[in-house]
């Protein structure tokens, strides 16, 4: 089992900047991806970016050049900084592994607000 927890959401005015935090615990040697999802109410939860075990990172169209994902191995713990945020950033900020095809992990979710 792996354990997920997210912090460092809030409310921040356009513009502005975030960091957001995954503390990841339990059997992590079977982890092969983590990621970041978000989702606002009555849409599905689509993805932001994934970071590989070898640090290769994929992101949505949307958010690249404004966001960075990274981990830190050593303190089991992946990261999300979000620059020049916008309204349309604003959803709940969800931490996900993936262990295999079938074998996911989710974080309870952070929200994330954009707002002036």
């Known amino acids: 089992q792996v354990q997920l927890v997210e912090s460092g959401g809030g409310l921040v005015q356009p513009g502005g900047s975030l960091r957001l935090s995954c503390a990841a615990s339990?059997?992590?040697?079977?982890?092969?991806?983590m990621g970041w999802y978000r989702q606002t109410p009555g849409k599905q939860r689509e993805l932001v970016a994934t970071i590989t075990s070898g640090g290769n990172t994929n992101y949505a169209d949307s958010v690249k050049g404004r966001f960075t994902i990274s981990k830190d191995n050593a303190k089991n713990a992946m990261y999300l900084q979000m620059n020049s945020l916008k309204p349309v950033d604003t959803a709940v900020y969800y931490c996900?592994?993936?262990?295999?095809?079938?074998?996911?992990?989710w974080g309870q979710g952070t929200q994330v607000t954009v707002s002036s």
């Open positions: 339990g059997s992590l040697f079977r982890i092969y991806i």
């Open positions: 996900n592994a993936r262990a295999s095809s079938v074998t996911v992990y």
